[in-house]
């Protein structure tokens, strides 16, 4: 039931493409998903967040969509570019300010000029 | 900015040996965490401190222990380590209350032989 469930493992895109990661849950009472980006050599860092009162969620070129009825969130980053390149995990917990942020596996997007 | 160090990049260990991983924020910080990344398995949670001097388990606190002696200051203890051990070892911190992100370190490659 702590389980977030992340897909694809690896993505290519042509630069200007849009990348989309899946991820879903099963705990419904999760309420706070974030992504996190991780640039090689680097650690992750916040992208971006949403609760589930909210079904989108934009910042700039990077959308979070989410699903409360089939319990799934997607990550959109349109017009992909090569600076995109990153390795991106979504996580879910119970409350924002929760100890336990579950992650999922982890997506390596590759933007390809 | 908030700033993570880990105090190595890279550590070479012989299995058997006691390991310290060592973790400084400069923030103030209330909460600490210690995560595991391994590829295809994302961000594991070992260990968080809440405060000064208090621990709790995450999801694979086998093998490890940790010390909180000071606010900016959080240590992994590996007492007798494995070649299972062999990881990514990310240090985050994060203000007390929600809707903070973490903030990790770079990390700390540790492999053991």
């Known amino acids: 039931q702590q389980q977030v469930k992340q897909s694809p493992q690896s993505l290519i895109v042509q630069k200007g493409g849009i990348s989309i990661i899946n991820c879903a849950y099963e705990?419904?009472?999760?309420?706070?998903f974030p992504w996190y980006q991780q640039f090689p050599g680097k650690g992750p860092a916040l992208l971006i967040a949403?609760?589930?009162?909210?079904s989108e969620k934009k910042e700039g070129r990077f959308t979070i969509s989410f699903n409360k009825s089939a319990k799934q969130f997607s990550l959109h980053i349109m017009d992909s570019q090569p600076g995109d390149s990153a390795t991106y995990f979504c996580?879910?917990?119970?409350?924002?300010?929760?100890?336990?942020?579950?992650f999922g596996k982890g997506t390596k997007l590759s933007v390809i000029p | 900015d908030v700033k993570v160090t880990q105090s190595s990049r890279y550590l070479v260990k012989r299995t058997g040996e006691k390991v310290f991983l060592e973790c400084v924020q400069d923030?103030?910080?209330?909460?600490m965490f210690w995560y595991r990344q391994d590829p295809g398995l994302g961000l594991r949670l070992i260990y968080f401190?809440?405060?000064?001097?208090?621990?709790e388990k995450g999801d694979i606190p086998e093998g490890y222990s940790v010390s909180r002696e000071k606010k900016e200051r959080f240590s992994l203890i590996l007492e007798s380590a494995s070649t299972n051990q062999t990881s990514m070892y990310l240090c985050?911190?994060?203000?007390?209350?929600?809707?903070?992100?973490?903030?990790f370190g770079n990390g700390t490659r540790l492999t053991v032989t």
């Open positions: 985050a911190s994060r203000p007390q209350g929600g809707g903070s992100p973490l903030h």
């Open positions: 705990n419904t009472a999760f309420d706070y």
């Open positions: 949403i609760r589930p009162d909210v």
């Open positions: 996580a879910a917990s119970i409350g924002a300010g929760s100890y336990q942020l579950t």
């Open positions: 923030m103030d910080h209330e909460n």
């Open positions: 401190s809440y405060d000064v001097k208090m621990k």
